[in-house]
């Protein structure tokens, strides 16, 4: 249990890392919560979340 504990802690600050690099603030609550569960059932992997969140609208607009 406290090994999935601190995986789980670690994954969530990966997700904090991506958010801050790629969109350059934290993440909302709904947003890290969904992405954690994704991540936590096999749905997607950190690799994944990380395509989406540079893929997305909001890193679209940053970039133009």
Known sequence: QEAKNIR?????IEIRVFYME??????????LKNYLLKIMSGEMSLED????????DEARNLQS
């Open 22 to 31: 790629i969109l350059h603030r934290e993440p909302d609550q709904l947003g």
């Open 8 to 12: 789980n802690y670690d994954t969530e």
């Open 49 to 56: 979340v990380k395509n989406e969140i540079q893929n997305s």
